[in-house]
T-cell receptor, first 112, second 115 residues
Framework: NAGVTQTPKFQVLKTGQSMTLQCAQD?????MSWYRQDPGMGLRLIHY???????DQGEVPNGYNVSRSTTEDFPLRLLSAAPSQTSVYFC???????????FGPGTRLTVT | GESVGLHLPTLSVQEGDNSIINCAYS??????FIWYKQESGKGPQFIID?????DKRQGQRVTVLLNKTVKHLSLQIAATQPGDSAVYFC??????????????FGQGTILTVHP
């Protein structure tokens, strides 16, 4: 199993540009989520999904969109990047009835 | 001025010592708690969890203690090794079993183990 994979590892964007962060898992987990981690802080939940076709907002959803068309993939879209979105982004997955989440290696995003 | 959250609590120990990492939580409705370890440049990794109806749970070299009266959680690492050096986060879930994955993370503590 590859576990949770994320691409790209690093990305630099200019203000106003759009991009999609990719996340995939091969563990047949129902639950997937996106977090952001800012320097010296814990992770904050952006969006999550309890299964294909179902998504919901977390603590800090503004500026981000998600969709879940398959069990395996959960992309995060930034429609118009802002410097405040400079952060490290982590994707995680778990079984629907498990608290144990598996995290990907992260994507470091810089918006100038 | 200084921003909240930029300076994580730190704990520095010698190899072989026992380490205790503390976490205060604010949501009295939280019913599940997890400790994660994050090594530099990597995603968080699950260590151990505890339900709110327990006050202690042991794993391999780790013990989690929960004191609901003062809303305090601690992680004890026995015989700390250099490989334990990382940032440790506590996380809580208050969804009452309806949304297992919605976790609220604490700020984190940096553990440094000196050989």
């Amino acid at each position: 199993n590859a576990g949770v994979t994320q691409t790209p590892k690093f990305q630099v964007l200019k203000t106003g540009q759009s991009m999609t962060l990719q996340c995939a898992q091969d563990m047949n987990h129902e639950y997937m989520s996106w977090y952001r981690q800012d320097p010296g802080m814990g992770l904050r939940l952006i969006h999550y999904s309890v299964g294909a076709g179902i998504t919901d907002q977390g603590e800090v959803p503004n500026g981000y969109n998600v969709s879940r068309s398959t069990t395996e993939d959960f992309p995060l879209r930034l429609l118009s990047a802002a410097p405040s979105q400079t952060s490290v982004y982590f994707c995680a997955s778990s079984y629907a009835t498990s608290y144990e989440q598996y995290f990907g290696p992260g994507t470091r995003l810089t918006v100038t | 001025g200084e921003s909240v959250g930029l300076h994580l609590p730190t704990l520095s120990v010698q190899e072989g010592d026992n380490s205790i990492i503390n976490c205060a939580y604010s949501n009295s409705a939280s019913d599940y708690f997890i400790w994660y370890k994050q090594e530099s440049g990597k995603g968080p990794q699950f260590i151990i969890d505890i339900r709110s109806n327990m006050d202690k749970r042991q794993g391999q070299r780790v013990t989690v203690l929960l004191n609901k009266t003062v809303k305090h959680l601690s992680l004890q690492i026995a015989a700390t090794q250099p490989g334990d050096s990382a940032v440790y986060f506590c996380a809580e879930n208050d969804a009452g079993g309806t949304s297992y994955g919605k976790l609220t993370f604490g700020q984190g503590t940096i553990l440094t183990v000196h050989p």
